[in-house]
């Protein structure tokens, strides 16, 4: 009998539907076409339940990417996690449940059923963090779900503040709502996109596996809070010079922070912050499609990306330094060829996928009325980005091999060159191709030279940095590189405000929390209380029920 091969099974499935939703997402971009679908699950009298589905061409591109990296992600797990082990069956299942999870949430329009796939993909992502069942891979599973559910009590604050407007279908509404809506949606989103004060969770989320990592960072978990502020889009609260100047920080610490990295996936997982950053920005600059775009071109480089950067563990024996993957190179053309296309796409090196997204978003940003800070970081991050790309360029091609004498690596194509030879297509020629079709980039930006110039200045500018940071010595005091590679004390925030806290409600209550004390704990105690009065009052002689009986009569009286 033919033993069917899930991964490959799954793989058409996927790679089929998102061609599908291609085709669907184009058809309705010329069109201009939006389908509105109830499906009734349950009828009974006047109680009716109905699941929404909100088709139009935003969710439709979304799905594509979110299909087509998830194809690709599964045929190259088939190799990284092996196919004969029960638990690969495991974790293709749980994938699996993940991607559901994030097309619950991109189609719907309604948001009890965008709160079954925000929770979805909260509670499928721990259970992917801790896959390894290591002590360090539950910490961060921790880190990384306790974060996610601040993002959901906001989802729930929401859905019971908009009942007063009388539905959930937000899609359609939110020119009426209040300002004060808007800034707990904003705040919720800050949560699942890892901006600051909340960014704690992402680089400790690589515990994952690779496959897994290529998929949430990209394209799945960590935008779904952009795309929900896309979908909630209203310029007038939007424009926003606060929560502009938190993303523009996270862009900045996240860049910092990857320059003093040694692990190759916690500076992936680190430029993915910065990404985010910038798409967030943008959108409080009122740049929704542009966005959006970079949302899409995003996907795609990181994706591969991460995968790169799994082959590279993978054939190197579960090694994550850079510092022992010199000259990878000369072992792995093919796998390294990908992997610098990527990394220049993430660079907005001109005319790859991540330019025509980048470039846009920074000279469209300049016709915004920026302050001079606003300026200055934006041009500042960017050259960041480029420092430490080249910098884990230098690291990985050009260093020499510190890892094992008499190591060999052959590169041959098998599945996963596959997945990673598609993601390069897709990672030279999806912001061309998107751009020229949904007419993005018909507009004509009018700069002076020098602006026009800043761009390239500030990669150039970045690249010699990076250059130069991979030869520094440690110059500077200890105390400035342990700051810049613990996400600038961070989590030490985090502890200090616990521990002040606890010490506050330590000395208030006595003995205990005040969430013990007003809580569970605190309601046994009174029952039991109260139950040992009426115990006393039922045990007593006849003469107390006669004497309540004459009181109560009294009172009627």
Known sequence: MLKLNFYIFWFMILFIGSMIFLYMGFLFMFMN????????????????????????????????????????????SSIYMGVNSYSSKRFLYLVLLFIISMIMMILSPNLISILLGWDGLGIVSYCLVIYYQSNSSFLSGMITCLTNRLGDIGLLIMICWLFSYGGWHFIFYTNFYSSMIFYVIFISSFTKSAQIPFCCWLPAAMAAPTPVSSLVHSSTLVTAGVYLLIRFYNSLYYLNCYFLLMSLLTMLISSFCANYEFDLKKIIALSTLSQLGLMMSSLFLGMQE???????????????LFLCAGIYIFYMNDNQDIRYMGS?????????????????????????????????????????NLNLLTFLLYYFSLGLTCMYSFRLFYYTMIYNCKFMKFYMIYDSFNLMKFSIFMLTIMSVFFGCLYSWVSGISLFFIFLPLNLKLMSLFFIILGVMMGYDLFNFSYMLNMNYYYFNSLMWFMYFHSYYLYNYFYIFVYNSTGVLNWGEYYGAYGVSFYILKISNI??????????????TFFVWLIFMI
């Open 534 to 547: 009426f115990q006393f009052y039922f045990i007593n002689n006849l003469k107390i029920f006669l004497f």
């Open 33 to 76: 076409y939006s389908f509105f679908f109830e499906w009734e699950f349950f009828n009974l009298n006047s109680l009716s339940l109905c699941y929404l589905i909100f088709f139009d061409w935003m969710s439709l591109m979304f799905c594509f990417v979110v299909f087509f990296i998830s194809s690709m992600v599964l045929i190259y």
């Open 328 to 368: 990878v190179c000369l072992f792995m053309p093919y796998t390294s060829t990908c992997f610098n296309i990527s990394n220049f796409s993430l660079c907005g090196m001109p005319f790859l996928s991540g330019f025509y997204s980048k470039d846009l978003i920074i000279e469209s940003s300049l016709l915004m």
């Open 290 to 304: 542009l966005s959006f775009f970079h949302l899409l071109s995003h996907a795609m480089f990181k994706s591969l």
